[in-house]
């Protein structure tokens, strides 16, 4: 079993940064790939970003030169550094990560979502 537990959600006004972080822990040989999804009230849950392998990274259009995502493979913790935070960026945010167990196993796991609010 894997659990991913996100956080550093909270409250923060336009233009203002947060900083999320994930912890993922539980039976890990390796992790190909930890991302970021949001999902606001109305809306269908959208990609972010993620990285592969610690390396590659990919970004949602709407988030690009904001948002950096990055990984510390020591620790299985992916963090999201958002900058310049927009209304329109108030959602859940979940982590995911796809983990390969001891006997190469690969699934796909999510945290419980953590809230962020952007409003003056």
């Known amino acids: 079993q894997v659990q991913l537990v996100e956080s550093g959600g909270g409250l923060v006004q336009p233009g203002g940064s947060l900083r999320l972080s994930c912890a993922a822990s539980?039976?890990?040989?390796?992790?190909?790939?930890m991302g970021w999804y949001r999902q606001a009230p109305g809306k269908e849950r959208e990609l972010v970003a993620v990285i592969i392998r610690g390396i590659t990274t990919t970004y949602a259009d709407s988030v690009k030169g904001r948002f950096t995502i990055s990984r510390d493979n020591a620790k299985n913790t992916v963090y999201l550094q958002m900058n310049s935070l927009k209304p329109e960026d108030t959602a859940v945010y979940y982590c995911d990560a796809e983990v390969s167990s001891p006997d190469r196993v690969i699934n796909i796991y999510w945290g419980q979502g953590t809230q962020v609010t952007v409003s003056s």
């Open positions: 539980g039976r890990i040989f390796g992790i190909n790939a």
